[in-house]
C-alpha cells in the first residue's frame, strides 16, 4: 500500500500560480508512474498532468499545456505540479497518483492508476 499526501492548494486569484507536492512519506515511489487529476463540482475526474518512471516525456491535457508542470524528485519522493496563469476553471480538487505498471500510452486514464491522495483544493477567483 502507497499513502499519497497532497499539499499547497489554496485561494488564488486568476492569473496567480500555485505549486503542488505529494509525498509518500516512508515509502520510495521512484518505481512507479505519477499522475495529477481534478475533479471539479458536478463534473467527473479529469487528467491534468503525469510523469512516468523515468521522468521523462511528462504528458498534460491540451487545457493545461504551456500552465502546468509536473516534476518529480524521487530523492524527496516527492511529485510537484507547477501552475501558473490560473483560471477560474481550473478550480477543483486536485489528486495525487501512482501507478506501478502504467504504461505511457495510458498516463493520463484515472484506471491506470493503484493509489490516490485524498486531494487538495484550488480556488481560482475572477
Known amino acids: 500500500q502507497v499513502q499519497l499526501v497532497e499539499s499547497g492548494g489554496g485561494l488564488v486569484q486568476a492569473g496567480g500560480s500555485l505549486r503542488l507536492s505529494c509525498t509518500a512519506p516512508g515509502r520510495a515511489f521512484g518505481g512507479y508512474a505519477m499522475g495529477w487529476f481534478r475533479q471539479a463540482p458536478g463534473k467527473e475526474r479529469e487528467f491534468a498532468a503525469a510523469v512516468p518512471r523515468t521522468g521523462s516525456n511528462t504528458v498534460a491535457v491540451d487545457s493545461v499545456k504551456g500552465r502546468f508542470t509536473i516534476s518529480r524528485d524521487n530523492a524527496r519522493n516527492t511529485v510537484y505540479l507547477q501552475m501558473n496563469s490560473l483560471k477560474p476553471k481550473d478550480t477543483a480538487v486536485y489528486y495525487c497518483?501512482?501507478?506501478?505498471?502504467?504504461?505511457?500510452?495510458?498516463?493520463?486514464?484515472?484506471?491506470?492508476?493503484?493509489?490516490w491522495g485524498r486531494g487538495t483544493q484550488v480556488t481560482v477567483s475572477s
Open positions: 497518483a501512482a501507478g506501478k505498471r502504467v504504461i505511457f500510452s495510458r498516463l493520463g486514464r484515472w484506471d491506470a492508476y493503484d493509489y
